[in-house]
Nanobody, 127 residues
Framework: QVQLAESGGGSVQAGGSLRLSCAAS????????MAWFRQAPGLERERVAA????????RYADSVKGRFTLSLDNDKNTVYLQMSSLKPEDSAMYYC????????????????????WGQGTQVTVSS
């Protein structure tokens, strides 16, 4: 059973930065996907960034490209989402997700493909 422990989040003014962390445990192999999704009230869950453990660059939503950076520490099975130049529209509940796949769509896999989820952490950006 994979378990995810999220940390980070909080409130910040527009233009500020925050870092989210998600530590995973319970993987049965070094092959896995980890991602951050977000969901604002009344909106669908949106994939923010995703990464595959063995190869390939992270995938980002167009709305965060150039502002967010996803990195993976394979030794710790931990992903970090560095969020910079934050905007009020980035405000949402952010969820870490993980799965060992395989995913036909790779890092483009939708939320429904992920079996394991964190409890969520709130990010609020004020103007």
């Amino acid at each position: 059973q994979v378990q995810l422990a999220e940390s980070g989040g909080g409130s910040v003014q527009a233009g500020g930065s925050l870092r989210l962390s998600c530590a995973a445990s319970g993987f049965t192999s070094p092959s896995y996907y980890m991602a951050w999704f977000r969901q604002a009230p009344g909106l669908e869950r949106e994939r923010v960034a995703a990464i595959y453990s063995l190869h390939g660059p992270p995938r980002y939503a167009d709305s965060v490209k150039g502002r967010f950076t996803l990195s993976l520490d394979n030794d710790k099975n931990t992903v970090y989402l560095q969020m910079s130049s934050l905007k009020p529209e980035d405000s949402a509940m952010y969820y870490c997700a993980a799965d060992q796949g395989p995913f036909l769509l790779g890092t483009a896999a939708p939320a429904s493909a992920y079996d394991y989820w964190g409890q969520g952490t709130q990010v609020t950006v004020s103007s």
